[in-house]
């Protein structure tokens, strides 16, 4: 039986095709969950909604730098179709005192296979990184 969920789970994800949301995932839902957790930076909120990843070069900065990368992931707002074209608004980058910086949103596997298409079951994290970290 287990075999059998694992082809059916392995065949959903070969439909699907590069830069689509999954099958029930509205990317008007999909997106407000990607900006609660962006917007969240630098609150103690952000914990609500997800994870925060600092790359090593991110991570060796002072206290207030990271702050200040915080704020503005948390406060990007210059998607547009050609830099976000699935428009859930998961990725961007920021120039920040000197330093070009990478984010990412991703979503985690589905707990169960109920799951899989439910989008507030799965967790979010944001990756922030420097751009020659890549």
């Not at 900006?35 to 609150?43: F, I, W």
């Not at 914990?47 to 990843?53: A, K, Q």
């Not at 910086?101 to 994290?125: G, H, K, V």
């Amino acid at each position: 039986m287990h075999a059998g969920k694992e082809r059916h789970s392995q065949s959903r994800r070969s439909r699907r095709t590069a830069g689509t949301s999954p099958p029930g995932l509205d990317p008007a839902h999909e997106r407000a969950l990607n900006d609660a957790l962006r917007r969240s930076l630098g609150t103690p909120e952000y914990v609500r909604y997800g994870w925060i990843w600092l790359s090593p070069g991110v991570a060796s900065l002072s206290t207030s730098e990271k702050l200040d990368i915080l704020r503005a992931v948390a406060n990007f707002e210059s998607f547009s179709t050609e830099s976000d074209p699935r428009g859930v608004h998961e990725s961007g980058a920021v120039d920040v005192a000197g330093r070009n910086l990478l984010w990412f949103i991703q979503r985690s596997a589905p707990r169960t296979i109920r799951d899989a298409d439910n989008a507030e079951a799965r967790w979010r994290s944001i990756t922030i990184m420097c751009r020659e970290e890549c």
